[in-house]
Every structure is written in structure tokens, then in C-alpha cells.
């Protein structure tokens, strides 16, 4: 480093200006990558991982809701409040329908489209059976265990259950 003691001060000074601005300029570029990079990523949550996770919130809570109001209308006693909670069966049904259906646009990969495919399919049969069951509560106002043992409704709650959570792990995996 002979050299460099042999130069004169204003030599140095402006060696170490110019090294000096070299490293801050570099400084700068990387965090304007940085940054961009950043950007585009809270660009892409907020615009496809955000409003999915709404949408799979969504979708759950509607399971809950149905599974909750059928369970309701087999313990209900008046034929008043079962005509109150049937109507409001048909209503979370036809939310959670279109929460599957809003639902469909995130189901970008295969998996997930055949996922959705089976918890929809889950959701008609446990439909089917809360249908089945409110059709035979409704001419027998005393039967309520047997009306859900006979076809199978909570089996089949479980089931719609078992295929959200595959659903929402699938989601997790591919963001």
C-alpha cells in the first residue's frame, strides 16, 4: 500500500469520495430491488391471497351455519320455529352456494378445482339429508335422534367437514 500513502491528501480525499458514493449508490440500487420486490408482493396478497382466504372463511362459515340451523330445527319443538329455521336453512344454503361458486376462481390448480368438486358434491348429499330428515320431522314432530341416525346426516356433516379441511390445507400449501 505504498502507493496509496505516496498520494497527496486531496488525492485520497477524493478516492475515498468516490469509493464512498460507489457504496452508497449500490446501497440504494439493492433496496429499490428490494423494495420493488416487496411491492409486487403485496400486490399478489392483496390481490388473489387475501380475497381467497376471505372466500375460504367464507365457505366455512357457511358449512357451520347449515350444520348449526339443521341441528337447530331437529331440537325445535314448535312447528313455528321449525317453519322459521327451514326458511332460514333455505337462506344459508343458497350463501354458501354462492360462496362456492365465488369461491371457484381461487381453485387454480387441479388439486384444488378437484377439492372444491368434492366438498360441493359433500355439501349437496349433507343437503340432501338435512332435507330427508326435516321431510320426516316435519310428519312425525316427536322423532328427532332417529330422523338424524336414519339417514346418516351427521355422518355426512362430517364428511363436508372433512372435505373443507382438505380444501383449506390445499390452499395453505399452494398459497
Known amino acids: 500500500m505504498d502507493w496509496f500513502d505516496n498520494l497527496r491528501l486531496r488525492t485520497k480525499l477524493l478516492f ?7 457504496i452508497l449508490i449500490a446501497a440504494i440500487i439493492i433496496c429499490y430491488v428490494q423494495i420493488d420486490r416487496m411491492d409486487a408482493l403485496s400486490h399478489a396478497m392483496s390481490d388473489h391471497t387475501v380475497p381467497s382466504v376471505t ?10 351455519r347449515y350444520r348449526i340451523r339443521s341441528l337447530e330445527y331437529m331440537l325445535a319443538d314448535s312447528a313455528a320455529e321449525r317453519e ?18 365465488d369461491y371457484r376462481k381461487y381453485a387454480t390448480t387441479p388439486e384444488a378445482r378437484g377439492l372444491l368438486d368434492a366438498f360441493t358434491k359433500a355439501v349437496a348429499e349433507y343437503r340432501n339429508a338435512v332435507m330427508a330428515a326435516v321431510k320426516l320431522r316435519q310428519g312425525r314432530p316427536r322423532i328427532r335422534g332417529r330422523a338424524i341416525a336414519e339417514n346418516g346426516m351427521v355422518r355426512r356433516g362430517f364428511a363436508c367437514r372433512l372435505h373443507h379441511e382438505r380444501l383449506a390445507e390445499a390452499r395453505q400449501r399452494t398459497g
Open 16 to 22: 475515498n469520495f468516490v469509493a464512498s458514493s460507489g
Open 84 to 101: 322459521k329455521l327451514e326458511a332460514s336453512l333455505v337462506d344459508i344454503d343458497a350463501k354458501l352456494a354462492k360462496s362456492i361458486e
Open 55 to 64: 372466500q375460504a372463511a367464507s365457505l366455512s362459515e357457511g358449512r357451520m
